[in-house]
């Protein structure tokens, strides 16, 4: 098991993340004397959302660890028992969620602030370390099992399978799972571009309303994610639009058609964009650096992959594949300091030249990643 950069808390906590990102490997690693409840399983299921109550009779009065509960999101009423067990025993608990959706909309108790949230994330380069593969990240992901295992193609096929049948078709959140299904293949085709609605739901022949109740699943499962445009101070007119990513570029890859008219530069661009943002997200939920995460797209199509702003400054990040630097790839970012003179602007690149030009470092992406603490942290 790789080590990972989150910490375990000293006290209740909640840990969200996609299926297989190693929530599960993590927690047994730090709690390894915790009593487990995994919903997964249709014991622990069947029982618990029978009676909830029936939690607190499965813990021994003396106890005092931690207590793990597994895919909580499956049982939302438990977290009212678990609130008075805190309480009332001062018990601690870890709860792991892949999808946020039921207790969002359910409006479920989430434990009034007496519980943190943690986020866990496919691995970064900086928990892979010596591990570390650009070429092999930016094909097969991150993900811990698609790090190891001798075929990872297989590995993520199954895996898209496996989210299609648990998550969506045996949960009912879809009404129609070849529908849901073409709809994914679509929403794959717009990774790291603007999302336009209309567009993806015409290709896919639904509504834009089901378009877009299908992209909120997305980003309930915690598969997706969209990247708002940077708007503050604008000095410019300004693209509407977010930007849309799948969370690991191995399941990207996975969903995306290809077909002998597809050329790398379509499927491999976007690719190492979603690895990039995936380290970013990795490092700065684990490091609770405190970033909001955008992009930059002026009306006239000027535009820069990703904007971090927070606290700890204003930073902007410009991702391609290509060995060769030239002067000019740099300009999106030269316009942005000159609307944000305060900014750090990065570009990041598939050779290995390494300078500074014109007030902006250019890094190559595989040095970039392997130092993406020190980046954000600016040291």
């Given at each position: ?176 799972l070849a529908t849901f299904s073409r709809f994914l293949e679509t929403a794959s085709f717009s990774q790291g571009t603007p999302l336009n609605m209309a567009a993806v739901a015409r290709e896919c022949a639904v509504t834009a309303k ?170």
């Amino acid at each position: 098991m790789y080590a990972r950069l989150q910490k375990c808390p000293t006290r209740s906590f909640f840990l969200f993340g996609p299926r297989g990102t190693g929530k599960t490997a993590w927690l047994k690693a730090h709690l390894p004397d915790a009593i487990v409840f995994d919903l997964l399983r249709s014991e622990d299921f069947q029982r618990l959302s029978a009676a909830p109550q029936r939690l607190a009779e499965a813990i021994p009065r003396e106890f005092r660890g931690w207590v793990v509960i597994d895919e909580v999101q499956r049982v939302p009423e438990l977290l009212n028992e678990v609130h008075r067990l805190i309480e009332h025993r001062k018990l601690r608990f870890a709860l792991t969620g892949s999808s946020a959706r039921a207790l969002r909309r359910r409006g479920v108790n989430l434990l009034a602030g007496r519980a943190r949230t943690l986020r866990m994330h496919p691995l970064a380069a900086l928990e892979l370390a010596s591990d570390f593969d650009l070429r092999r990240a930016v094909r097969f992901g991150t993900l811990p099992f698609a790090c190891t295992t001798d075929d990872p193609d297989v590995y993520l096929r199954d895996y898209v399978a496996t989210y299609l049948r648990e998550e969506v078709q045996q949960e009912g959140l879809v009404r129609s799972l070849a529908t849901f299904s073409r709809f994914l293949e679509t929403a794959s085709f717009s990774q790291g571009t603007p999302l336009n609605m209309a567009a993806v739901a015409r290709e896919c022949a639904v509504t834009a309303k089901l378009a877009e109740s299908h992209f909120v699943l997305l980003e309930d499962l915690l598969l997706a994610t969209r990247v708002p445009v940077f708007t503050r101070r604008a000095r410019r007119r300004m693209t509407a639009h977010p930007k849309f990513y799948f969370f690991d570029c191995g399941v990207y890859r996975a969903l995306r058609p290809r077909g002998p008219l597809d050329v790398d530069a379509e499927i491999d661009g976007p690719a190492l964009e979603t690895l990039f943002l995936a380290n970013v997200r990795a490092v700065n939920d684990a490091l609770d650096l405190g970033y909001q995460i955008h992009y930059w797209r002026t009306g006239a199509g000027a535009e820069v992959d990703f904007v971090l702003y927070g606290e700890r400054g204003l930073l902007a990040f410009e991702v391609k594949r290509h060995a060769r630097v030239r002067d000019d790839d740099v300009a999106s970012l030269a316009q942005f300091r000159d609307d944000y003179p305060e900014a750090r602007t990065y570009f990041l690149h598939g050779g290995t030249e390494r300078r500074h030009h014109d007030g902006t470092e250019i890094i190559p992406i595989g040095d970039a990643l392997v130092e993406l603490d020190a980046l954000l942290q600016g040291s």
